[in-house]
Each structure stands twice: as C-alpha cells, then as structure tokens.
C-alpha cells in the first residue's frame, strides 16, 4: 500500500492510495476511539520513552509531556545528537524522531483503519514531507529517522508542494488556460510556508517557495494564553507548572473550535473562570497572521504595493492546522477576494498530496525548488576579507532523479582556504546574504602542499576538528603559483547537498555531507 505521511508539529497525518482515491487512515488510541492523525508526543512510563496515544495516556497519569519536538528540527543548530528533556533523561534528537516514527508504523500496522490491508499488502512506498524553507539538516534528519524506523521512503517533497496536487485533485475545475497558477498557504502548527505552483493538467511546477521556520499555531495558542493572563490579572509566574500547562492546552483545544460567530472564550487560569473577548484575542493574532502575508508578498506581483496582481491566480489556497482558525480566511479574503479557497481537508492536505505522489498511477508530476539558497564566504585580500559566492538560487530546480551537479575551477590565490558554507533566506542588491542563515560546514582546506602532507601524517580525519584546530593557527598569505582547485558541489532530489574540495595537482580532497553519527 503507498502511503504519504505528513510528519507535523502537534499531529501527523497519513493517507494512502486507494484506486484513485486518496482517503485518511485513523489510529485507535488507548480507549478505542478512532482519530484520523497520530499526535505528535512524547512521555516516560516507566524505563520507557512512548509515544503518540501512548504518551498522553502516560501523561495523564502524571509523567512528563513533550509537545512541538519538530520545532527543533528548524534550529540552525540542530544536529542528530541535540539532547530533548523528556522528564529526568535527555534523549539524542534523532533516537526520539526514530522512536516516533517506529511508534506511527507501529500503529498502522497494528492499531488504524488500514492494519488489515497493510498486513496482506504490506507497506508500500513512503513519501514524506519537509516545510518548504527546511535546511539540508533539518530534510536529513527527518528523511534518517523515517528510514530507520522502516519505512521505504521513495521521495521527500516539500509540504506546500504536496498539497498542491491535493488543490488539482479536489479543485482542478477552477483552473484554466488563463489562470494556471495557485498560492498554496501553508499554515501548521510549527511553520508557515507559501509556495506559487504553475499547473499544466497533471504537471506542477513550483515557480517560488517562502517561509517562516518559527511560526505557527504554536504562536496563535501563545496569543491566547497572553489575553488570558491579562483578562485574569495574573503572570505565567503566579501559577503552578502544572496549572500553566493545563492553560495552553484549554487555550489549544478552545482555538481550534473557534466558529465564524464565536463571541467569547471560556477558559480556567489557575483556580479562576474568566471569558476572553474573541476579538481581543483576534487583535493580538492579527499580527501573526500580517506577518504570514508580509512574508509571501514576494510570491506575488503588487502585493507590496497592497494591489496584488492575481490575473493568472487560481486561487490562493489554505491549508494546515492553524488556517482553520476564522480569523486567518477573513484576513485573507479582505486582501485577495473570493479567490481565497480552504482545504476541505485542511490539516490532512498535505498528507493526500503526498499519497497523490506516491501512487504511480495517479500520474502527477512535479519540478519543484530549493527554496533556500547554498553559498560560501571566501577568503580575500590575502586574509583581511571575505567575499560571499552564491552557488545555489533558492529557485534553483531540484532533479526529479540522480542529483544536479556544479563545478567550479580556478587556481588558489591562498595557501589556506576557510570556506565558511551557509544556506541562507535570499541575497540583498550588495550580494550578500540574509534571513534564516544556518552553518551547513567550516571547512579550512590546505592549498600548500607541504601542508596538506603534514595533515596526512596527522591521519586526521578530513574536515575534522583536528584539522581546523593545526592549520587555525596558519596564517593566510597570498600566493601567484596556488594550485588548481576544483570544487564541486551536488543537490539530490531530496535538496541536500555535498561538497567536494579537490586539488586537481596533487589528488589531495575533502568531502562534506550530512550524515548521522
């Protein structure tokens, strides 16, 4: 059976291939009721870190509760070994997203409405989803852990992509010759992303992709927390850990039941009833939801000038958890019109897109974009400057297989080399990068040969601290006869990228990839 698994900041969603079709599973708690998502939890019972139905029932019995853990994903520091409090243990990154993943196959295949099918069918392919403006760790480590817990993964696609396909299948008839395009608004529960698609019939071609890699739903529930507290006259410091935690989930629970005519929220803070204004609260979220707009504005022609050209706009189309909160197609319909569409399926949309992707016969294509450039800061000057090289656009094509290859060759005009490798939001009119910069690698390469025997001798590992910690005392100079370099750097289909440094005069090279240690 293929599936596609929308792996989400507070639930993950999985729907599968079915003649066409593309339906939602459902998993049984611990109870026996049925829910069309997985939550995404994590607790201790005992010995054990459980997961999903299992941690809120373990919860509820006292233990610890971690919420949002796919929020760690987007820090640009993040790494396979980053520890995750989960009560009194820290717990590897990666060991926790592979024991959630284990713990969703776990349920399909055992408790949810597709346990018969899979156990004569088995699991087909899995294609899974990463946010539109995810770095090169981030789609690793989410790609590793799939992969480690069991599943056959055959494609990654980005989750504005994905629920692209879902917009054609359910509302291909409002697109035409003259309006081929579609805005999809993608707001979760953790990020928010905005993708401009070009559809040709079954062919989806991602023309842009934006976003933000802290906001959420998260945040409108932080919002709601915050008009709470000051409607009850009191802090996050006046109640107990307890007390406040039971506050944001009321705050969560009360935000997703929120209705077009909804006039008041009835909430408890600490031992006290207070009623919330809905539209205090709205004017707090206000701004989140402005600044989803500000940062799409790119992705279509006016809308910086408040006069969005939507002459070949299909629709602006809403999906994730967070657009079903009234307040964000309200907002969205005062700017764009009636060309503002809802999901009919929006937290789950992502999720049938990617089954769409995963089933042969459904006959979509996609060409879709890095979405987040790749570059390096360079010595210059003999050392006292670096200069910045883009290599990739964030609108660079990703290959639909095999990988995309770039070389560059030049001779060395130093005898070190400090590459300094960063993905990065875009480039200002100056060439230099800016928005979410996140360290992909530090790379000192010895262009002198001399040097570059003294690191063979040291056996050291290439790239490794070792290194950077000997030729960091190097000084930089300036040399006219440096060798020939050539760099290369190639994307996989999954956006990840390698680089290779290479003398071309003496074999002497390094290579960098994301790996899982």
Same mark, same amino acid.
């Given at each position: 059976?293929?599936l596609?698994?929308?792996?989400?900041?507070t639930?993950?969603?999985?729907?599968?291939a079915?003649?066409?079709? *593309?339906p939602?599973?459902?998993f049984?708690?611990?109870?026996?009721?049925?829910?069309?998502?997985?939550?995404?939890?994590?607790?201790c019972r005992?010995d054990?870190?459980v997961?999903g139905f299992?941690?809120?029932?373990?919860?509820?019995?006292g233990?610890?509760l971690?919420?949002?853990?796919?929020?760690?994903?987007?820090?640009p520091?993040?790494?396979?070994?980053?520890p995750?409090?989960v009560?009194?243990?820290?717990?590897?990154?990666?060991?926790?997203?592979?024991?959630y993943?284990?713990a969703?196959?776990?349920?399909?295949t055992?408790r949810?409405?597709i346990?018969a099918?899979l156990?004569?069918?088995?699991?087909?392919?899995?294609?899974?989803?990463?946010?539109a403006?995810a770095?090169?760790?981030?789609?690793f480590?989410?790609?590793?852990a799939?992969?480690?817990?069991g %599943?056959?993964?055959?494609?990654?696609l980005?989750?504005?992509?994905a629920?692209?396909?879902? *917009?054609t299948h359910?509302?291909?008839?409002?697109?035409?010759?003259?309006?081929?395009?579609v805005?999809v608004?993608?707001?979760g529960?953790?990020t %928010?992303?905005?993708?401009?698609?070009?559809?040709?019939?079954?062919?989806?071609d991602?023309?842009?992709?934006?976003?933000?890699?802290?906001?959420?739903?998260d945040?409108?529930?932080?919002?709601?927390v915050e008009?709470?507290?000051?409607?009850?006259?009191t802090?996050?410091?006046?109640?107990?850990?307890?007390q406040y935690?039971?506050?944001?989930?009321?705050?969560?629970?009360a935000?997703e039941?929120?209705?077009?005519q909804?006039?008041r929220i009835?909430?408890?803070?600490?031992?006290?009833?207070?009623?919330?204004?809905?539209?205090?609260f709205?004017?707090r979220a206000?701004t989140?939801v402005?600044?989803?707009?500000?940062?799409?504005?790119?992705l279509i022609?006016?809308l910086?000038?408040?006069?969005?050209?939507l002459?070949?706009?299909?629709?602006?189309?809403?999906v994730?958890?967070?657009?079903?909160?009234?307040?964000?197609?309200?907002?969205?319909?005062?700017?764009f019109g009636?060309?503002?569409?809802?999901?009919?399926y929006?937290?789950?949309?992502?999720?049938i897109g990617?089954?769409i992707a995963?089933?042969?016969?459904?006959?979509y294509?996609?060409?879709?974009?890095?979405?987040? &450039?790749f570059g390096?800061?360079?010595?210059?000057a &003999?050392g006292?400057?670096?200069?910045?090289?883009?290599?990739?656009?964030?609108?660079a094509?990703?290959?639909?297989t095999?990988?995309?290859?770039?070389?560059?060759?030049?001779?060395a005009?130093?005898n070190?080399?400090?590459?300094?490798f960063v993905e990065?939001t875009d480039?200002?009119?100056?060439?230099?990068? *800016?928005?979410d910069?996140?360290p %992909?690698?530090?790379?000192v390469?010895p262009?002198?040969?001399?040097?570059?025997?003294?690191e063979?001798r040291r &056996?050291?590992?290439?790239?490794g601290?070792s290194?950077?910690?000997?030729?960091a005392?190097?000084?930089v100079?300036r040399?006219d006869?440096?060798?020939?370099v050539?760099?290369?750097?190639?994307i996989?289909?999954?956006?990840i990228?390698?680089?290779?440094?290479?003398?071309l005069?003496?074999?002497?090279?390094q290579?960098?990839?994301?790996q899982?240690?």
């Amino acid at each position: 059976m293929d599936l596609g698994v929308d792996f989400g900041t507070t639930r993950t969603f999985v729907a599968f291939a079915d003649r066409g079709n *593309y339906p939602v599973a459902s998993f049984l708690d611990d109870e026996g009721d049925a829910h069309e998502f997985f939550p995404s939890v994590v607790s201790c019972r005992g010995d054990d870190v459980v997961y999903g139905f299992a941690a809120l029932t373990a919860a509820a019995e006292g233990g610890p509760l971690v919420r949002s853990f796919k929020r760690l994903l987007a820090r640009p520091d993040v790494s396979a070994d980053l520890p995750v409090q989960v009560g009194d243990r820290a717990v590897p990154l990666l060991t926790l997203l592979t024991g959630y993943m284990t713990a969703v196959r776990e349920a399909l295949t055992e408790r949810s409405s597709i346990s018969a099918r899979l156990g004569a069918d088995g699991l087909g392919a899995t294609v899974v989803a990463v946010p539109a403006h995810a770095h090169g760790t981030q789609r690793f480590l989410t790609l590793e852990a799939f992969r480690r817990a069991g %599943f056959t993964v055959t494609g990654m696609l980005n989750e504005p992509s994905a629920a692209g396909f879902e *917009y054609t299948h359910h509302r291909g008839r409002t697109l035409s010759s003259r309006r081929t395009r579609v805005v999809v608004y993608d707001l979760g529960a953790g990020t %928010f992303d905005a993708s401009l698609v070009c559809v040709d019939g079954s062919h989806h071609d991602v023309i842009a992709s934006l976003g933000m890699n802290q906001l959420g739903g998260d945040d409108f529930d932080q919002a709601l927390v915050e008009c709470a507290l000051e409607t009850a006259k009191t802090s996050r410091t006046e109640l107990t850990r307890r007390q406040y935690r039971q506050l944001v989930e009321e705050c969560r629970e009360a935000k997703e039941h929120l209705s077009p005519q909804s006039r008041r929220i009835a909430l408890e803070v600490g031992t006290d009833e207070i009623v919330v204004p809905t539209d205090d609260f709205y004017a707090r979220a206000a701004t989140l939801v402005e600044s989803t707009v500000e940062a799409m504005a790119p992705l279509i022609d006016g809308l910086d000038e408040g006069e969005p050209d939507l002459t070949e706009v299909a629709g602006v189309y809403l999906v994730g958890g967070a657009s079903g909160l009234p307040l964000v197609p309200r907002m969205l319909r005062a700017r764009f019109g009636r060309r503002v569409h809802r999901s009919p399926y929006p937290a789950a949309s992502t999720a049938i897109g990617l089954a769409i992707a995963a089933d042969p016969e459904a006959g979509y294509h996609l060409r879709d974009r890095l979405s987040r &450039g790749f570059g390096v800061f360079r010595e210059a000057a &003999g050392g006292r400057d670096l200069t910045f090289d883009p290599i990739l656009d964030r609108t660079a094509p990703l290959p639909q297989t095999g990988a995309t290859v770039i070389t560059r060759e030049y001779r060395a005009a130093h005898n070190v080399g400090w590459f300094r490798f960063v993905e990065y939001t875009d480039v200002d009119v100056d060439g230099q990068p *800016y928005g979410d910069l996140v360290p %992909f690698a530090e790379v000192v390469f010895p262009f002198d040969p001399m040097l570059q025997r003294d690191e063979a001798r040291r &056996g050291s590992r290439a790239g490794g601290s070792s290194e950077r910690a000997v030729l960091a005392g190097v000084a930089v100079e300036r040399r006219d006869d440096g060798p020939a370099v050539r760099e290369t750097y190639s994307i996989d289909a999954n956006g990840i990228v390698q680089v290779c440094l290479q003398d071309l005069e003496t074999g002497y090279q390094q290579e960098h990839r994301l790996q899982a240690w």
